[in-house]
């Protein structure tokens, strides 16, 4: 009988990326909004901050993102060319390294010392990549995709509590936009866990909370501000 096993751990860098990214785009842009609304500033100031916010953010979490993921890449690229040499200059040291991982893993040393010689024979790199440095394919770094990724769901997150400045009335828009705010963080955290395979309870929990927070901050900053001016 055929038996099929459904892993996730492939999604995670594209899936933190994108969380991350529609995560900041719907609590900085709400919390921007909620705070320069509550300054009394005009429809059309309110409207400018937004975009602004939108598009400064969006352009931040790509850079961000790639400067971040280029340095891990830039680190496991240096750590396989080291790993190269040494299989080069003293091979039989890099294996029986290897032998005693398996040991460490829970095999006799008889199997690890030949587990270790036929994978060696088959990738010696991969092998050691995999099992030495913890590097694989699944969890590589990938910066570009981590940018565009980020950077994309961050405009989208953002244009959501954008759009009711569009729409709803100004001496509404606070608790409107910050009601509806949460209402996204909270799809948003169960579609995410949902794609990564986690507790739909602790995601939405987590994302609301921080999300309330900053609004509420955001708010009376700019409520104190605006009193002041």
């Given amino acids: ?33 909620v705070g320069v609304a509550a300054a009394d500033s005009s429809r059309s100031g309110i409207l400018v901050a937004g975009v602004a916010g939108l598009v400064a953010g969006a352009m931040s979490m790509a850079a961000g993102e790639y400067v971040s993921v280029s340095s891990q890449s830039d680190t496991e690229r240096a ?26 893993r829970g095999l006799n040393a008889d199997l690890a010392s030949q587990v270790a010689t036929q994978l060696t024979a088959n990738d010696a790199l991969g092998t050691h990549a995999r099992d030495e440095l913890g590097i694989s394919d699944t969890l590589s770094a990938r910066p570009v995709q981590a940018a565009f990724a980020s950077a994309a769901t961050f405009a989208v997150g953002a244009a959501l509590p954008l759009l009711l400045v569009l729409v709803v009335p100004g001496n509404a828009l606070v608790w409107t936009v910050s009601g509806s705010s949460l209402l996204f963080l909270a799809l948003l955290g169960a579609l995410a866990a949902r794609a990564g395979g986690s507790p739909v309870g602790t995601s939405v929990a987590r994302v609301t909370f921080w999300g ?12 104190l501000f605006g009193a002041t001016v």
Wanted: glycine content about 8%.
């Fill in 79 to 104: 750590d396989l060319e080291r790993e190269r040499k040494e299989l080069a200059a003293n091979p039989a040291h890099e294996r029986a390294e290897l032998t005693a991982i398996y040991v460490a």
């Fill in 212 to 223: 309330a927070l900053a609004m509420a901050l955001t708010a009376g900053v700019g409520a």
């Fill in 1 to 33: 009988m055929k038996h099929t096993e459904e892993h996730r751990t492939h999604r995670v860098g594209w899936l933190r990326a994108a969380v991350l990214g529609a995560n900041d785009g719907i609590v900085s842009t709400a919390s921007l909004i």
